[in-house]
Nanobody, 123 residues
Framework: VQLVESGGGSVEAGGPLRLSCVAF????????MAWFRQDLGKEREGVAA???????SYTDSVQGRFTISLDDAKNTVYLQMDKLEPDDTAMYYC???????????????????WGQGTQVTVS
């Protein structure tokens, strides 16, 4: 499975941005998908996750501001980010796995496939 992210950029605080991740490969390998982020000097953290069963999880800091959605017909997962804050600045990564967990996970070891990342800068 190959994952290709797009949509990153620079935005002023309070503004929106939408990230996209197109998946190439067997659909059975991406039953769960997620967005992670990593800023310089920090650990990679899970932001949002979704699975084909409709399960969705968010980390507390983005709850109510970010929305993850899956478009199976387009093999794409989106991350709509609203009310962006400077602390949201990071490289954002798309991830996928064939496993459907009881609750979508936000941990790095839970995902097998990773994209190259797209930079988001909020000033």
């Amino acid at each position: 499975v190959q994952l290709v992210e797009s949509g990153g950029g620079s935005v002023e605080a309070g503004g929106p941005l939408r990230l996209s991740c197109v998946a190439f490969g067997a659909s059975s390998s991406r039953r769960s998908m997620a967005w992670f982020r990593q800023d310089l000097g920090k650990e990679r953290e899970g932001v949002a996750a979704a699975d084909i069963g409709g399960g969705i999880s968010y980390t507390d800091s983005v709850q109510g501001r970010f929305t993850i959605s899956l478009d199976d017909a387009k093999n794409t997962v989106y991350l709509q980010m609203d009310k962006l804050e400077p602390d949201d600045t990071a490289m954002y990564y798309c991830a996928a796995t064939s496993t459907v967990y009881r609750v979508p996970r936000l941990s790095v070891p839970s995902y097998l496939y990773w994209g190259q990342g797209t930079q988001v800068t909020v000033s």
